[in-house]
């Protein structure tokens, strides 16, 4: 005897739905956990009969005033914004051209350099800090906010030129040709309308370096010592803990700050991101 | 097309020099200092051959990091597709609030892992931890008696998996479903229409199409979780009594904390295998692609 068909789709739709609610209340759950320590005053945090989960007192901005006032988080920051914005230009100003060359001017090996180019994204970091560390320590960079901002380009370039090489193969090859025959040479082809047709790509590409930057930890880790000079990334989990005394509320203040809007940017241009690891098994 | 045979190239080469000084030349350094004798500090480089890598095999933490690499990674591993594929089917169709779910879903990936680790090492708090909180109300444990997630060599363990599982699970839950959207619709209908029920169009029919993309799901994920420090790093600096100590983290203790840069190269190249796997297997799919 089988079930009647009206009941099996209402079973089948409460069974999506809680399979949805259920995935996205654990994911989320560490950003709303931050978000109600944030607010909620130390007596209250520490207090072992309330209920965490509620405020058992009156809402507090303290810990944000301590953030803001008394630690280097701004400072750290700031550091990551300027870090970022140079790592973005360095990339842009290597990967467009390189990708465009790859997928226009070469022959069948320029595919070949393409997949070479996307494999050393797969060299992780915990490989190459030790090696790098004694090359940023000969260029006199170490403890210097200039050590990863030249290291991030070694892994914001290869996954930016194959994302580019990408976007570029999808332009047809008419429109440069007829630029030509009307006088533009290759170079002002690629500069008068190759880059303009290709912004949506290039943002792509400026997003994606800029949140790598702001996610990476292993190498900022490595190369930069002294509190003033970190990253946020870092200087959060390492610098905000004092000896054994963890500020929670600022803490995770700190961490709903930094998360949100990297995670806005991110999501903007994740499924580009998605395409780049995924081409060869969906066509 | 006067210059154009130099133009290629000249776009190109900044690059491909950027990346070989940066990738290249440390790669390589790797090797030349894992079989050297190089220290922070030290000046000159004597080869001493195989002599790290004798060193290291013989340390009992270097075993046990390299057995917990695997638990790590392959349990974390089993933990993110099977959680994925169930989201991504949950999340296949359009409807209501999709948008909003997706982000709220996305978040463990997109937001910095060291953040999301800190966060998580405030909810495993050893006298705060919301999970006990929540154990003891439901009489599942005693206050006193509670769980200290991350001071316990099993439950440690246990943690990071979880904590690891939870930021690869988004990553792996989006490739699946591009995946998915690329299965035509009427393949599953056709079935349906057939009268094959949803498991049998799930097991027969969806899972073996998409065997390619649980395959790149799968080795980037084991990429980016044998290769990775940070949750270890933040959550249990690979301890108690090193028991939750990985290849990558144990590197990192040898070589820059340690200052003892030869031998945490050594310890390092421990990571070549998977990767060369990890090579073969991308270099084969864009074979695929260029052939189809």
Known sequence: MRTPRRVRTW??????????????????????????????????LYD??????????????????????????????????????????????????????????????????????????????TLLFIPLSRVISLLGLQDSLWSVIV???????????????GFFKTIPKDLEDAAMVDGLSRWGAFVKLMIPMSMSGILTVVIFA????????????????????????????????????????????ACLITSLPIGVLYNTFLDRFIEGFTVGAVK | ??????????????????IVALVGLPFLMAFVYSVGDVKVGSVGYHFVGLQNFISILKNPTFRLALRNSFIFTISSQILVLIGANILALALKDAFPGRRLLRFLILLPWVAPVSI????????????????????????????FDAPVWLGEPKLAMISVIAVHTWHMLPFATVILLAGLTAIPKDIPEAAAVDGAGFFRTLFQITIPMMLPIINVAVLFGAI???????????????????????????????????????????????MLPLLAVATYMVLRAAHRAEVT
């Open chain 1, 210 to 253: 800029f949140t790598l930057v702001t996610q990476e930890f292993v190498y900022a880790l490595t190369f930069i010592s002294s509190a003033t000079h970190q990253t946020v990334g870092v200087g959060v989990p390492t610098f905000l803990v004092r000896g054994d005394v963890f500020y929670w509320g600022s803490l995770m203040a």
């Open chain 2, 224 to 270: 980016f979780t044998f290769t990775d420090m940070t949750v270890i790093y933040i959550l249990t600096r690979g301890g108690p009594y090193d028991s939750t100590q990985v290849i990558p983290a144990l590197a990192f203790f040898t070589g820059i904390l340690g200052s003892d840069l030869a031998e945490g190269a050594a310890i390092s190249i421990f």
């Open chain 1, 151 to 165: 290291v991030y380009p070694s892994f914001t370039i290869p996954f930016s030129t194959w994302l580019l090489m």
């Open chain 2, 116 to 143: 999301g680790s800190i966060g998580w090492k405030w909810i495993l708090d050893s006298l705060y931890s919301v999970v006990n909180w929540v154990l003891v109300r439901m009489h599942l444990v005693k206050q």
């Open chain 2, 1 to 18: 097309m006067k210059g154009q045979r130099w133009l290629g190239p000249a776009m190109i080469a900044p690059a491909i020099l950027y």
């Open chain 1, 48 to 125: 072992l009969k309330n209920n965490p989960f509620i405020f058992n007192e009156a809402p507090t901005l303290e810990h944000l005033r301590l953030l803001f006032n008394e630690t280097l988080f701004l400072r750290w920051v700031m550091n990551t914004l300027f870090a970022g914005t140079i790592v973005v230009i360095i990339t842009l100003v290597l990967a467009v051209p390189a990708a465009y060359a790859l997928a226009r001017l070469t022959g069948g090996w320029g595919a070949q350099l393409g997949i070479g180019v996307f494999l050393t994204y797969l060299i992780p970091s």
């Open chain 1, 11 to 44: 079973i089948a739709l409460i069974t999506i739905w809680v399979v949805r609610i259920v995935f996205a209340a654990i994911l989320a759950f560490p950003f709303y956990w931050m978000l109600i320590t944030t607010f909620k005053r130390t007596t209250d």
